[in-house]
């Protein structure tokens, strides 16, 4: 019997069915080798569909094999393409950074919905990250001005980049420092957003190994409750919005209650509506400044 034939189609199909008899979902099996090929081939996922025919070299082959192996052993894709798409554009991540999810673009919309009709508005972004959620902003309103903060020098390491790539850098301001201990006295936003670490120990231990052992703990770890956050949000938020800012905090699907209760301790906080992801799960809690 003839040897295969390993055409970009091939390669794609023996994949997709080895990880979905893994346990994982076909369409999320298809994308990941569709990513995997792509970063070996060095080309765009959407090229591999005109390619399909195409024999990639030896030495493709060898990279696009070593990626596999490292996926099955548990490492996320986006850290090992260093990449992953958030609101329409293309964002570094490394191992120093959680990977922005879908679920988060549900905040950026609100905020912008909400900053429409606002003239150079100022907006603080909680625990940034990759900066997917200040850079989005930036990008779509392109008078705001963005102040992202993270504790983690690494994480805004990236997050600068990304904003460099993005072209938004002149109008953004990157501060190191644990929440609105890194602003300067006196700062007023028209807007906060966050998603803030909101991962109990228990809730930690139930992640995908792929999450738990590889994505940032410190990103991940809400203390004892998974609200500690959000207290210390809601206690300073006041302070920090401008009349009529408003503030927009991701959260986990089942912290709803938790943390309008969080917010309505504050006499100076009018409670909102809670958002819904494309799940239909609660997924952004939102207050206003009286």
Same mark, same amino acid.
């Given at each position: ?7 970009? /189609? ?40 005109? /390619? &399909? ?19 099955? $052993?548990?490492?996320? =894709?986006?850290?090992?393409?260093? %990449? !992953? ?14 990977? #922005? !999810? @879908? $679920? ?9 919905? /909400?900053?429409? %009709? ?27 001005r963005v102040t992202a903060t993270d504790v983690s020098p690494d994480a805004l390491d990236v997050a600068k980049r990304n904003a460099r790539r993005h072209g938004v850098e002149p109008r953004m301001h990157f501060r190191q420092g644990d929440l609105f201990?890194?602003? #300067?006295?006196? %700062? ?12 109990? @120990?228990? $809730?930690?231990? +139930? ?32 302070? &920090?919005?401008? @009349? ?8 986990? %699907?089942?912290?709803?209650?938790? =943390? ?6 504050? @006499? ?17 809690? +939102?207050?206003?400044?009286?």
């Amino acid at each position: 019997m003839a040897d295969p034939v390993w055409t970009i /189609r091939a390669l794609l199909t023996w994949t997709t069915e080895f990880l979905t008899k893994k346990g994982a979902a076909a369409a999320t099996a298809r994308l990941e080798s569709q990513l995997l090929l792509a970063h070996a081939l060095r080309c765009k996922k959407v090229d591999l569909l005109v /390619r &399909y025919d195409e024999v990639p070299r030896d030495d493709q082959r060898a990279a696009f094999r070593e990626l596999f192996k490292r996926r099955l $052993e548990g490492f996320p =894709v986006a850290y090992l393409v260093g %990449s !992953r798409e958030f609101y329409l554009l293309e964002f570094e991540v490394t191992p120093a950074v959680l990977v #922005p !999810r @879908p $679920e988060t673009e549900t905040l950026v919309a609100e905020a912008l919905e /909400r900053l429409k %009709s606002r003239t150079t508005p100022m907006v603080l972004d909680l625990c940034t990250g990759s900066g997917c959620i200040a850079i989005s902003i930036a990008h779509q309103k392109t008078d705001a001005r963005v102040t992202a903060t993270d504790v983690s020098p690494d994480a805004l390491d990236v997050a600068k980049r990304n904003a460099r790539r993005h072209g938004v850098e002149p109008r953004m301001h990157f501060r190191q420092g644990d929440l609105f201990a890194a602003l #300067p006295a006196g %700062s007023l936003f028209d807007a906060i957003v966050s998603n803030p670490p909101y991962v109990t @120990p228990g $809730e930690l231990a +139930t992640l995908a190994p792929d999450v738990r052992e590889h994505e940032p703990r410190l990103a991940l770890d809400g203390g004892p409750d998974g609200l500690a956050f959000y207290r210390r949000i809601a206690a300073e938020a006041e302070k &920090y919005l401008a @009349p009529g800012g408003f503030v927009l905090l991701e959260i986990g %699907s089942t912290q709803e209650e938790a =943390v309008k209760a969080l917010l309505a301790e504050q @006499p100076g906080l009018e409670v909102g509506k809670t958002l819904k992801d494309a799940a239909g799960l609660p997924r952004v809690a +939102t207050a206003k400044r009286r």
